[in-house]
């Protein structure tokens, strides 16, 4: 079965389904076009940019998380470094006509650098006794006739590279009353 078409000054026989181009006494292969479906170039480059800001915001989440949970835990080892000046200063002894252990001499101590146990992280232990909790102010004199001091411990973890934790000191208040 033979089909010819005539335009422009070629031919073009259709035999078996397949196209021939004849220019003059020569005669070509013709591809038939097919229908040619998927992706140019541009759209697959759209579509790689939007994969990567997505992935990129999945990786930010990653790193605030990663930041987050790193201050959460150095806070809690500042809990735990609290705990235990508190419980430091709760065993001295106060009692002060026999023996005023010197922990519980009023005023603001000076701070002190404690190392956590686990990473070696650094923590600012500041101490400040008021032997008079009524009065305005931290009341220094008095140590020998006072009953009742108020204590004031603060722990602020040093050096979180600008984390959130630093502006967050763990604070506590407590009351020690003299022993008879």
Known sequence: MHKQVTKQG?????????AVKQVGTESFPVREKKDE????LIEVI???IILLIAVMGVFA???FAT???A???RRSQALSILQQEAELIRSAKFTPTI????ALTGGTKAPRTVLSKGDNNKYTVQTVVDNDPVAAGVQA???????LKEITLTVTPQATNGGWVVAVPVKIVFRRVRAN
């Open 10 to 18: 070629f031919t073009q026989t259709m035999k078996n389904n397949s």
């Open 67 to 69: 930041t987050y949970n």
């Open 37 to 40: 479906s998927g992706f140019s």
């Open 99 to 102: 023996y005023n252990d010197p």
């Open 141 to 147: 004199a008095g140590d020998s006739t006072t009953t």
């Open 71 to 73: 201050g959460n835990s």
């Open 46 to 48: 759209i579509a790689l």
């Open 61 to 63: 989440a990653f790193a």
